[in-house]
């Protein structure tokens, strides 16, 4: 009785014929493989909160030796590409507004006397607000070198301590070590949800759905059948953007490359039910990949890829935990850069596991409303 609605050579003719048909199909080759394979590169290099190669204009109105110093770390600062000194602070704005600089810094006449006196000696900072996000990240950088230059001018002239910043997990702030882990998830989130789907939009779209329907194959094994070749190139994938950030990008992994395997897994298995529930009311691969976007690009948004999920609305937080890749990014973030002990990494992978089974089951209803 089990043989007639579970075979395991149908379901072995089924899975390859599932495969043969992502990998010999040039529009699904073309979606599936070549974006996360570009976004890796792009993202990696291209996508990154980190302020580089700017234009700083200096009005110094001090000749103390403070003032001088302050200049000469400028000048040394990576981030500044060119540093522009000039004599009036009319030309600080009107280089702004030209948009000629970033931001603008005057040093005030009295600068190095109160600083040597160990009193409050501000500095203005003018900044473009036409591109407040790279603004603000200047102003921190800027606040960061008068910071450190203050603490070396308050030891010369007492027995102060200064405080010392040490970053944990990421000593000198490299955003390529926060990112390539995070794409490990996203890029993965995308390739499994399009190859799932696709699988019975394209049947539908071809003409091969009412074949399907007068064959033998049980509803069971028309869904594992369409659900494990996802699972296998979407854990390939995965695997292999993992190996890209240690052994190209030269990101440290310090985390069980076994629990990070089963991890990958069990998210691949959530993605791929949602997929499936897709591709099950898609009538055309083109409503197929516009749907995976659809419910792709909100669930990377929310699922504290880009933003904390703290900050988000007390609606929104609930929904993130409801995310496979809310819980994934905590785990694969967490294998790199900071040894996640089990404990921690099985606390995120319930969720995974809830959320597979309850996807799973949505795709299983509504694959067999199809096939009925």
């Not at 190859?195 to 509803?219: H, K, M, N, W, Y």
């Not at 690009?297 to 988000?312: C, D, H, K, R, Y």
Request: net charge neutral; with cysteine; aromatic share 8%.
């Amino acid at each position: 009785m089990l043989s007639t609605y579970f075979s395991a050579t149908r379901l072995r003719a089924q899975f390859f014929k599932e495969l043969l048909s992502v990998l010999r199909d040039p529009r699904s080759r073309m979606v599936v493989f070549v974006p996360p394979l570009m976004q890796l590169l792009v993202f990696a290099f291209a996508a990154t909160l980190e302020v580089r190669n700017i234009e700083l204009a200096v009005y110094n109105q001090d000749s103390g030796r403070w003032s001088y110093e302050l200049i000469q770390r400028l000048n040394s600062a990576g981030f500044i590409a060119r540093l522009q000194q000039v004599d009036s602070q009319q030309q600080l704005h009107t280089l702004l507004d030209r948009g000629d600089t970033m931001a603008a810094l005057s040093i005030p006449v009295d600068f190095s006397r109160k600083l040597a006196a160990g009193e409050n000696s501000p500095l203005q900072v003018l900044v473009d607000g036409r591109r407040s996000n790279s603004g603000q990240i200047t102003v921190a950088y800027l606040s960061a070198i008068a910071a450190d230059m203050d603490a070396e001018a308050k030891i010369e002239g007492t027995t102060t301590t200064p405080v010392i910043v040490r970053h944990w997990f990421n000593p000198n702030l490299t955003y390529r070590w926060y990112i390539v882990p995070g794409l490990t998830g996203i890029l993965a989130l995308f390739s499994s949800l399009l190859i799932t789907s696709l699988s019975i939009a394209r049947e539908r779209e071809l003409g091969t759905f009412d074949q399907l329907l007068v064959s033998p194959t049980s509803t069971m094994e028309i869904i594992i059948s369409k659900s494990l070749p996802a699972l296998a190139i979407g854990t390939a994938l995965g695997l292999f953007m993992t190996g890209a950030g240690v052994f190209i990008f030269g990101i440290p992994f310090t985390g069980s490359v076994v629990l990070l395997l089963i991890s990958l897994v069990l998210f691949i298995l959530s993605v791929v039910g949602i997929g499936l529930v897709l591709s099950a009311v898609s009538m055309t691969q083109q409503q197929a990949i516009l749907g995976a976007f659809a419910v792709g690009v909100p669930a990377v948004l929310v699922s504290g890829f880009a933003t904390p999920i703290e900050n988000m609305p007390l609606l929104l937080q609930w929904i993130a935990q409801c995310i496979p890749l809310t819980h994934f990014l905590v785990i694969v973030e967490g294998s790199f850069l900071k040894a996640m002990p089990a404990r921690d990494i099985f606390a995120n992978l319930w969720p995974l596991l809830i959320i597979a089974v309850v996807t799973l089951s949505l795709a299983v209803i509504f694959v067999r409303g199809r096939l009925q």
